[in-house]
């Protein structure tokens, strides 16, 4: 069974700049959720889906971020215009509905560096 | 609010020895507690979980956490380390009485086992 995975692994781009990550999460996982780690902070809850539906946004951080998750499979997350702030490592989750759904299984993370 | 804190930016041991990696945690509710690992250029792992039951908990490669309701805590431990154990360990925390998604990290511990 393949993991998730996010792409791409590492992105370098200028203050101003849009940047796309996205997340393929596990093939029938109908939870899917984005992080950010920032400089060996704690890892912060960005966002969940559940389906294609956002049920949980509180932790964008502000209206430069944007997720999108259309037709429930893969997502992306959009950061419009990127600031020096928002860089970081940006982690993608996915989990399965039932009696599983405690445990997330994360992506190898996307490295984003604004300069 | 909800919060992790692990007191221990890093944590160092001899091979062989006993470890523990400390977490203490603060829910409105009841908790679920989560212990995370992560290897380097690799996304987190699910080590081991709390939900409801027996306070110590078994998990993967030779961990165990023990829930400790009075002190707030969910230390991580292993009866004798070994030199791949060393990785980046994170605690988590999500509310059961919100019966919300959002997970909260702590900021990590980086375990080195000596050979």
């Known amino acids: 069974e393949a993991g998730v995975t996010q792409f791409p692994s590492h992105s370098v781009i200028e203050k101003g700049q849009t940047v796309t990550l996205r997340c393929d999460p596990i093939?029938?996982?109908?939870?899917l959720y984005w992080y950010r780690r920032v400089m060996g902070k704690e890892i912060k809850f960005l966002l969940h889906?559940?389906?294609?539906?956002?049920?949980?946004e509180s932790g964008m951080p502000n209206n430069r971020f944007l997720a999108e998750r259309t037709g429930g499979t893969y997502s992306t997350l959009k950061v419009q215009p990127a600031e020096l702030e928002d860089s970081g490592v940006y982690f993608c989750?996915?989990?399965?509905?039932?009696?599983?759904?405690?445990?997330?299984?994360f992506g190898p993370g996307t490295r984003l560096t604004v300069t | 609010a909800q919060s992790v804190a692990q007191p221990e930016d890093q944590v160092n041991v001899a091979e062989g020895n006993p470890l523990t990696v400390k977490c203490t945690y603060s829910?409105?509710?009841?908790?679920?507690l989560f212990w995370y690992v992560q290897y380097p250029n690799r996304g987190l792992q699910f080590l081991l979980k709390?939900?409801?039951?027996?306070?110590l908990v078994k998990g993967s490669y030779g961990f165990e956490a023990e829930f400790n309701k009075s002190q707030t805590s969910f230390h991580l431990k292993k009866p004798s380390a070994l030199v791949s154990d060393s990785a980046l360990y994170f605690c988590?925390?999500?509310?059961?009485?919100?019966?919300?998604?959002?997970?909260?990290f702590g900021a990590g511990t980086r375990l080195f086992v000596k050979a």
């Open positions: 989750a996915s989990s399965q509905r039932g009696v599983n759904y405690y445990e997330q299984y």
């Open positions: 093939s029938g996982h109908d939870n």
């Open positions: 829910v409105s509710g009841n908790p679920y």
């Open positions: 889906f559940v389906k294609e539906s956002k049920q949980d």
């Open positions: 709390y939900i409801t039951g027996d306070n």
């Open positions: 988590a925390v999500r509310d059961a009485g919100t019966g919300g998604f959002k997970t909260i």
